[in-house]
């Protein structure tokens, strides 16, 4: 398997586009995660899903933000309209289970001028 | 409120010299502790994970060690190389509670730089 697969690597985007983050899971994964990654307030858990189902949102920063995982290979994260503030690295991340490893994809960078 | 605190933010040893980081947490109920490793420009990789019950677990030159009582855990780096210069993250995982689904809480990291 090649791991958790994101796209794009880098997106630099104007304020007010909108910006839609792919994640393919490891073949297998129950559950999927999506992250973001700022230097100060390091990794934050944004939403995950457990069978496709998304089972916490609670750490999306606002309605500008969703997620959806239409089948087990695909998620994305969404954000419409976009904001400087939202600039960062996301990660989305899959394990098997919720309290087993969770391996991470690459992240993309999200620059919004 | 649940939280975790790494120390050093920061720390610069010489290749070949052992180092330890420091993981406090105040995360309850417990479910267990990991540890990351992260590259610059790269994905969390993960290199141990802990419940409640262990104490001390390794991965190669890496030894995590678990103090449930105290809330404390220490990632010990052996010989140190150039490749272990990196972010390491320490993250506490909660049990589902109430109405809560179970959170993970994360550390920000201690940056460390091997020098040679």
């Known amino acids: 398997d090649a791991g958790v697969i994101q796209s794009p690597r880098h997106e630099v985007t104007e304020m007010g586009q909108e910006v839609t983050l792919r994640c393919k899971p490891i073949?297998?994964?129950?559950?999927l995660f999506w992250y973001r990654q700022t230097m100060m307030r390091g990794l934050e858990l944004l939403i995950y899903f457990n069978n496709n189902v998304p089972i916490d949102d609670s750490g999306m920063p606002e309605d500008r933000f969703s997620a959806k995982m239409p089948n087990a290979s695909f998620s994305t994260l969404k954000i419409q309209p976009s904001e400087p503030r939202d600039s960062a690295v996301y990660f989305c991340?899959?394990?098997?289970?919720?309290?087993?490893?969770?391996?991470f994809g690459q992240g993309t960078r999200l620059t919004v001028v | 409120k649940n939280q975790v605190e790494q120390s050093p933010q920061s720390l610069i040893i010489l290749e070949g010299k052992n180092c330890t980081l420091q993981c406090n947490y105040t995360v309850s109920p417990f479910s267990n502790l990991r540890w990351y490793k992260q590259d610059t420009g790269r994905g969390p990789v993960s290199l141990t994970i802990?419940?409640?019950?262990?104490n001390t677990k390794s991965n190669g030159r890496y030894t995590a060690t678990l103090d449930a009582d105290t809330k404390q855990s220490s990632l010990h780096i052996t010989a140190s190389q150039l490749s272990d210069s990196a972010s390491y993250i320490c993250?506490?995982?909660?049990?589902?509670?109430?109405?809560?689904?179970?959170?993970?809480?994360f550390g920000k990291g201690t940056k460390l730089s091997v020098k040679p």
């Open positions: 991340a899959s394990s098997p289970t919720r309290n087993t490893e969770a391996f």
């Open positions: 993250v506490v995982s909660a049990l589902p509670y109430g109405g809560s689904q179970g959170n993970l809480i």
């Open positions: 802990m419940t409640f019950s262990e």
């Open positions: 073949s297998g994964h129950d559950y």
